[in-house]
């Protein structure tokens, strides 16, 4: 069994009009919520990032559609790393399967990254 490194990582994937966010499955009944894009929606995904005690999150660089997220979540305090969608996703298909994968990957491989 893979050690963990880090029971407080949170997955986001990043389109143009959503941020679909996954946190680990005992801080949320409903561990997988979409937000918008607009700064509101960003904070709000800050927030709830903080409310289930996440510290750490991994995010694809995807495009340009990243940077404001990113440098939000910053300023709230979380570690943030954006990753290579080819190498995190090693041919996932599904979104949220992607998603989950990328919150697992980070909580699992992080003392390697």
């Known amino acids: 069994m893979a050690k963990i490194y880090n029971l407080n990582a949170a997955g ?16 949320e009944e409903n561990n997988v919520r979409t937000f918008g894009t607009f700064i509101k929606d960003i904070h709000l995904l800050a927030n709830w990032l903080k409310k289930c005690k996440v510290d750490t999150i991994a995010m694809e660089s995807t495009g340009i559609y990243w940077y404001h997220l990113y440098t939000v979540l910053l300023d709230y305090g979380f570690e943030v790393f954006l990753v290579n969608a080819q190498h995190v996703k090693k041919g996932q ?8 994968f990328t919150q697992k990957y980070l909580s699992i491989e992080k003392g390697k990254i």
């Open 93 to 100: 298909v599904e979104i949220l399967g992607e998603l989950i």
């Open 12 to 27: 986001i994937d990043i389109s143009v009009k959503e941020y679909v966010v996954t946190v680990p499955e005992e801080r």
